[in-house]
């Protein structure tokens, strides 16, 4: 069973984000911030999915730290933020893909298992 590592600061979506990805089949670690997030990146995991403003760690160093432990690891961050989201395209690790809230779950879950998948 693939997993994804989750990070997201909004206590109700990360809530429906996990059982959505759940539900589709994925073993999925939820975390608050990023702090959390980095702490457990020993871990194997096939996907990080990241908000990118969150307190402690942003997700664009949470990734840069995922892609220096784990280089073949799926990135993908959701913001709500634009200019976040087009300052992060040249920011984070090459590969990883941005999607801006607010974005359905099925979109979300569709464009997880392109990239589990790829």
């Known amino acids: 069973m693939p997993r994804i590592l989750l990070a997201e600061d909004d206590d109700s979506l990360r809530g429906f984000l996990a059982r959505a990805l759940e539900r589709a089949g994925y073993e999925v670690v939820a975390c608050a911030d990023g702090d959390e997030a980095a ?16 307190p402690g760690l942003d997700g664009i160093e ?43 779950l099925r979109e979300i879950v569709s464009e997880v298992e392109r990239m589990i998948a790829a």
Request: net charge negative.
């Open 62 to 104: 949470v990734a840069r730290q995922a892609a220096a432990l784990h280089p073949d690891l799926r990135i993908m961050f959701i913001t709500g933020f634009a200019a976040v989201a087009l300052a992060a395209g040249s920011q984070a690790p090459a590969g990883a893909k941005v999607l801006s809230k607010p974005i359905h």
């Open 39 to 54: 702490a457990i990146l020993d871990q194997e995991w096939d996907l990080l999915l990241t908000d990118i403003v969150m």
